[in-house]
């Protein structure tokens, strides 16, 4: 105790510090690489691969990595869907496995006026594949892969009621797909 | 030897004149440097410049108080950053909790920080107030600082269970539905309390506001404030507890006895048990290094133990909260449910009068154990009837903790943790 030097901290400090930062990392990785960004980059790969003049190939390229969402405060809903599902809208896409694929029959109720849980269920704010399809705990509402034509229309006449009643659109935060060319 | 490259670089730094001006005192390398260092600095001024030996024993004190300070400073900052997106709406508090985990760059990890924290503090401050009473630390001249340590004890419960409300889930509005039910159980003012805690009969948007007003600025505040008491109070009163205090006999000297031919200044007149009086040079080391730096050891422990939580568990989120649908059973948080097991058997002696006399037997504790002896050690043996009665009352609230949060079913009926079958909630 008498001994003044701090010489005897610096091995403490050297691991303390050290598992500190070792566990700042891991918490800043599993924020950064999300499941999401893995899906979008594929995608993006994809355009790139299909690009067939350099114009769209720039654009491809330029196809930023973010969120995509589509707001609809007159369903109180914001549907993330399309942040994995980044081909919905593209025929093209058609016969492509998930969460690439094409969604047929699209224009008969457009993303941007009904979103995509109020056919499908699942849990629109979510980012994850687990906790987006509704497969968790807390949340009673699973995704339905493929809805019954019955529910679809009251969902969707339910929905487009209140989209009427109320004269709003939504909006839609970035584009769910950047087109080429 | 050659120094250390960190150290070079401080040593550096310290001796531009930008390091200058702010630490006025390099890296302490004499007696009075290390003394300066301490009385320089604003954070570190609130210690003192030597520290008595024995309180630097962590089989002692065991550093309960020291973390749970840090586990605050945490949820400070934790706390603040949560504050830039909550917002306190039945509308959005649910979604806005989504978003954190979802959307919202480190959400989910600052959220499950706080959460964890908040829990953490709970418990540490329990632990510290076991201590400071098997070591009889409440004792003379502390008698105070321990009714300002149970005070403290109280905020922090407060503190978790308003912050409890906010994420608006099934979790957070039962449990803050039988919470304030509890409350309501005291006679007379019992109603009217629940009442001006919910703004209203029911959980809903003005308890919500109500709640994050006091998680937010009324509790803290309060906590601060008597926390900057309680650990000056600590420092006034010659730091930790330890056997024989020496100050003990310098009060037994009377000023008119000291000799006359000497003038002396205020300091005489402070108390017995100031840091300076009556204790041996031989006992004391210079807080820098000795304290100084096992205290930043111990923040660096508790920073990575709540890290480490925060990262690989996340905080629990049921769904939005719908109060038509109490779960069965709706219980209170985990703090509250040795009470909620209490209440099960008579509301107005467990919601109320057990409670109450508990909280006023610990405040008063120091007033009505007259005793001197057994100060400075665990489990002192001249302490052995309050060490046993404490023991069970403590043991008596873990059981009842335990039965109301493992072995409480549906109804509120028994059940095995190993065969307990998920809250039913009603109506689906």
Avoid at chain 2, 171 to 185: D, K, R
Wanted: aromatic share 12%.
């Amino acid at each position: 105790m008498n001994d003044l030097s701090v010489r005897k901290f610096y091995g403490w400090f050297t691991m303390l510090g050290l598992l500190v930062g070792v566990l700042v990392v891991i918490g800043y990785y599993r924020d950064e690489y999300r499941e999401w960004k893995g899906y979008q980059r594929k995608f993006i790969q994809e355009e790139i691969r299909r690009a067939s003049t350099p114009q769209q190939r720039a654009l491809a390229e330029q196809t930023p990595v973010q969120i995509r969402q589509i707001l609809l405060p007159d369903l109180n809903r914001v549907d993330r869907c399309t942040t994995c599902h980044l081909a919905v809208e593209d025929p093209s896409y058609g016969g492509y496995p998930q969460p690439l694929a094409y969604h047929p029959l699209h224009e008969q109720h457009p993303f941007e006026r009904f979103g995509c849980t109020v056919c499908h269920r699942g849990q629109g704010r979510a980012t994850t594949t687990a906790d987006a399809h509704g497969n968790v705990p807390h949340w009673d509402q699973p995704m339905a892969s493929r809805c019954s034509r019955t529910a679809v229309a009251a969902a969707v006449t339910n929905s487009a009621a209140r989209v009427a009643s109320s004269g709003r659109n939504s909006t839609r935060s970035a584009p769910a797909v950047r087109r080429n060319g | 030897m050659k120094a250390p490259l960190p150290k070079r670089i401080w040593q550096w730094f310290t001796r531009t004149r930008v390091g200058r001006s702010i630490f006025r005192v390099g890296l302490p390398e004499s007696n009075l440097e290390r003394s300066q260092a301490m009385v320089s600095s604003f954070l570190l001024h609130m210690q003192p410049a030597k520290v008595n030996r024995h309180s630097l024993r962590a089989s002692y004190s065991l550093g309960l108080g020291l973390i749970s300070l840090y586990l605050f400073l945490i949820l400070i900052v934790t706390g603040v950053l949560l504050m830039f997106y909550y917002v306190p709406s039945t509308e959005k508090a649910y979604d806005i909790m989504k978003d954190l985990q979802y959307v919202v760059s480190a959400g989910l990890v600052i959220r499950n920080m706080h959460r964890w924290a908040a829990h953490l503090m709970v418990l540490f401050v329990l632990l510290h107030m076991c201590r400071v009473f098997y070591t009889g630390a409440y004792k003379r001249p502390r008698e105070f600082n321990w009714v300002i340590g149970v005070g403290l004890f109280l905020l922090t419960l407060g503190l978790s269970f308003t912050g409890y409300l906010l994420p608006w889930d099934q979790l957070a509005f039962w449990a803050i539905t039988v919470g304030t039910n509890i409350a309501g159980y005291a006679p007379v003012i019992g109603l009217k309390l629940k009442y001006l805690l919910l703004g209203g009969n029911v959980v809903g948007q003005e308890a919500l506001t109500r709640f994050y007003a006091l998680h937010v600025i009324v509790l803290p505040a309060a906590a601060l404030l008597m926390l900057a008491i309680h650990l000056w109070r600590v420092r006034k009163d010659g730091g930790l507890s330890r056997p024989d205090e020496p100050g003990d006999i310098v009060q037994q000297v009377e000023l008119k006895q000291l000799p006359t031919n000497k003038s002396y200044g205020l300091m005489e007149l402070a108390r017995g048990t100031t840091p300076q009086v009556g204790q041996n040079p031989e006992d004391e080391v210079f807080s820098w290094p000795h304290l100084v730096f096992r205290e930043l050891l111990l923040f660096l422990l508790v920073t990575a133990v709540v890290l480490f939580l925060a990262i690989f568990w996340n905080a629990p989120l049921e769904e939005l909260a719908n109060p038509i649908h109490p779960p069965n059973p709706a219980k209170a948080p985990w703090y509250f449910l040795g009470l909620q097991e209490l209440v099960s058997y008579s509301a107005f002696w467990g919601g109320v009068v057990v409670p109450g006399l508990l909280v006023t037997l610990l405040m008063l504790l120091p007033y009505l154990d007259r005793q001197r002896k057994g100060v400075g050690r665990w489990f002192a043996r001249e302490r052995v009837v309050a060490n046993t009665i404490f023991t069970v009352c403590l043991v008596t609230a873990i059981v009842l903790t335990i039965i109301g949060t493992l072995f409480r079913g549906p109804n509120w009926g028994w059940v095995v943790p190993w065969e307990q079958p998920p809250a039913i909630t009603e109506g689906h």
